[in-house]
């Protein structure tokens, strides 16, 4: 048995595939929910996303003021070594300048006494 | 690009959510889904008003993200066939003032068990009476495609419907006379 001629088959899907009404409460649902994304709330994802880049702003913030703190204290505390090694070396430098100068003058009080 | 016309959000709702969701239902088969998928393409729409550039405009995107949404579902939740033919035979909580004619009905189950490219096809060319070159543009397949989807799809439900709907045709004849 065959079915009825292609263009009859076609007409009839066309009739059996009128849209279908929408339920009833759809569009009520649709305006809700974009009211409700409209005015964002404390838990909106606006809200949400905003604070979150402020805490990753005020995060990346408290970050750069460590590093560049301890930058600081690391150049200051080199510094510091510096010129107490400068220190000791110029206390050295004096204290082997006096023992060179109490030499020369013996040697030369020496040589004095050798003449008379 | 200017353009005058003014997109209306509620507008467009009534305009065009029975035939989104006509398509979310045809294409995935089940109510609950598709009234889910609808309110997903509206609140999609809204987000691109301000890209539409007329109601054609509007109209096209919706039939595009539509058929786009379902086939995504459809993905998802990998319905099978003879599931489809289950939910859509009992109606799936549909008021019986949105239920089809027995044959619509009918044809709607054996429609949920062709492959989704050819259900794709046949539901945008009868229900919303596209043609193959608009079906091509809407799913953003190449045209011979579609119209290979169209002609197998279209043999291939009339022979689902040949040998399931013999009662209907004795009934038709029965009616008319014969």
């Not at chain 1, 595939?17 to 759809?26: C, D, E, M, S, Y």
């Amino acid at each position: 048995m065959d079915f009825e001629p292609m263009e009859d088959f076609e007409r009839d899907l066309r009739q059996a595939f009128q849209r279908r009404p929408a339920p009833p409460g759809l569009k009520r649902k649709l305006m809700e929910m974009r009211q409700k994304r409209r005015a964002p709330g404390p838990n909106s994802p606006h809200r949400q996303s905003n604070f979150f880049l402020w805490q990753r702003l005020a995060a990346s913030v408290a970050l750069a003021a460590v590093l560049g703190g301890a930058a600081a204290w690391r150049n200051a505390e080199e510094r510091r070594k510096g010129e107490e090694a400068r220190r000791q070396v110029m206390t050295a430098l004096r204290i082997t300048g006096h023992a060179l100068n109490q030499m020369n003058a013996q040697l030369a009080a020496r040589d004095r006494a050798a003449q008379q | 690009m200017a353009h005058d016309w003014q997109p209306n959000f509620e507008q467009l709702v009534d305009e065009y959510q029975s035939m989104v969701f006509s398509l979310a239902w045809r294409m995935t088969g089940d109510r609950g889904l598709a009234e889910e998928i609808a309110q997903d393409v509206f609140l999609e729409l809204d987000k691109h008003l301000g890209k539409l550039e007329s109601a054609a405009h509007a109209c096209f995107w919706l039939r595009r993200v539509a058929m786009s949404r379902s086939a995504d579902a459809l993905r998802r939740r990998k319905v099978r066939g003879m599931d489809l033919w289950v939910e859509i035979d009992e109606g799936h909580g549909a008021k019986a003032e949105e239920r089809t004619s027995p044959l619509g009905n009918r044809l709607e189950q054996l429609l949920s068990t062709l492959p989704e490219p050819h259900r794709a096809a046949l539901v945008l060319r009868y229900q919303e009476d596209l043609t193959p070159e608009e079906i091509a543009a809407t799913l953003a397949s190449p045209l011979a495609t579609v119209k290979s989807n169209l002609q197998r799809g279209l043999k291939l439900l009339r022979a689902k419907a040949s040998n399931h709907l013999r009662e209907y045709v004795r009934v038709k004849e029965q009616a008319s006379g014969l």
